[in-house]
């Protein structure tokens, strides 16, 4: 049994615009205060368990990757020297250059 055409979700067509659910990204509906002006630009979100923050000396992101990841970037061409800000030579999750990186462990 088809409904009548008056009742059908045209997703292309102006009864889109006022029928069709809101949608958005799982990490992105959660509950409490969102943030708001710059900390919502330049946030990375909350911590996760099994995550971790890899920062970028070049092009200055901060990008939140799986432990699964970080693992494949240090078995492919990272290095690691102790003593400076950024100490990990590694792939940057954003750019995808080869530069120095920083691990955030515990964000």
């Known amino acids: 049994m088809?409904?009548?055409?008056?009742?059908r979700i045209d997703p292309l067509g102006k009864n889109a615009l006022f029928t069709a659910p809101v949608t958005a990204a799982p990490d992105?509906?959660?509950a409490g205060r969102g943030k708001e002006?710059?900390?919502?630009?330049?946030?990375?979100g909350p911590k996760r368990a099994g995550?971790?923050?890899?920062?970028?000396d070049a092009c200055g992101v901060r990008s939140?990757?799986?432990?699964?990841?970080l693992g494949v970037r240090f078995a492919s061409?990272?290095?690691?020297?102790?003593?400076?800000s950024h100490p990990h030579w590694m792939r940057c999750p954003t750019c995808h250059h080869h530069t120095w990186c920083q691990?955030?462990?515990?964000?």
């Open 2 to 7: 088809t409904a009548p055409p008056h009742r």
């Open 28 to 30: 992105q509906l959660q």
């Open 37 to 44: 002006g710059r900390s919502a630009l330049f946030s990375i």
């Open 51 to 56: 995550t971790v923050v890899i920062t970028c």
């Open 64 to 69: 939140r990757v799986g432990l699964l990841d």
């Open 77 to 84: 061409m990272s290095a690691w020297l102790p003593g400076r």
């Open 103 to 107: 691990i955030g462990w515990n964000e």
